[in-house]
């Protein structure tokens, strides 16, 4: 069994390498498309763990604003991953839907500067309007 594990090591090398150019390649694709189009703001939804390792980085090399909504309640920083904690400090903002998650992500490292809350919500009039025309 030890005669293949240097060829294991071997692998996970390459594959190392594979996943790093693929990276590059989708990071250049999203650049290009953010110039090609003159988009001025991006807008990332749900996480700040997505679209930290592609739009985030194809905005930053086209100095393009990018900011994202995080919904979710979970400890990026029990995960060992230091690339993902360098980029997404490098958000523009991240607006999160309630204080509980704006704290956590302070907790975290995140500048409480950079991290605001707004709301989700809805229109009550409207929304009680359509009610009474669905009652009557």
């Known amino acids: 069994m030890d005669k293949f594990r240097p060829i294991a ?15 590059i390649r989708t990071v250049a694709r999203c650049c290009l498309f953010l110039r090609k189009n003159k988009i001025d703001l991006i807008h990332l939804n749900n996480s700040v763990a997505v ?6 980085p194809a905005a930053l090399m086209a100095k393009i604003p ?6 979710t309640y979970f400890r990026f920083d029990k995960l060992n991953l230091k690339f993902f904690h360098l980029l997404t400090r490098r958000f523009a903002k991240v607006l999160t839907v309630s204080d509980v998650i704006r704290y956590n992500l302070i907790e975290q490292g995140f500048d409480p500067a950079q991290v605001e809350t707004v709301y989700d919500g809805i229109d009550a009039d409207a ?8 009652e009557r």
């Open 51 to 56: 679209g930290y390792d592609t739009w985030l």
């Open 127 to 134: 929304y009680r309007q359509r009610v009474k025309k669905i």
């Open 9 to 23: 090591f071997h692998i996970k090398v390459i594959r190392k390498i594979l996943n790093l150019i693929l990276s």
């Open 66 to 71: 990018c900011i994202t909504h995080d919904r």
